[in-house]
Nanobody, 122 residues
């Protein structure tokens, strides 16, 4: 069974950092891309970042570029999102998702994790 488990969320002050993890199983990890997406209460879901595992190509939303870094540990089948200089507007449930490539629509990934909540206080 395909499983994606997001973890690492929590409550931080503005300017702080968190590292989210997405542990994958049930599929061939390096055949896929892993994306991070987020949804704040009352807001539309939006893409945050994505990494293509086979060639390590990465993508970032303009809202997070320069603050967030996506990376993978292929031996652990885990993707990380290092989030620095967090802002209150980063508050959202963060989901990891998998598909055969990046640049999918925000609901178009084949597989989804349950999400992890990030709250950034002023």
């Amino acid at each position: 069974e395909v499983q994606l488990q997001a973890s690492g969320g929590g409550l931080v002050q503005a300017g702080g950092s968190l590292r989210l993890s997405c542990a994958a199983s049930g599929f061939t990890f390096d055949d896929y891309a892993i994306g991070w997406l987020r949804q704040a209460p009352g807001k539309a879901r939006e893409g945050v970042s994505c990494i293509n595992i086979s060639d390590n190509r990465t993508y970032y939303s303009e809202y997070v570029k320069g603050r967030f870094t996506i990376s993978s540990d292929n031996a652990k089948s885990t993707v990380y999102l290092q989030m620095n200089n967090l802002k209150p507007e980063d508050t959202a449930v963060y989901y990891c998702a998998a598909d055969k490539g990046c640049l999918r629509g925000v609901y178009d990934y084949d597989y989804w994790g349950q999400g992890t909540l990030v709250t950034v206080s002023s």
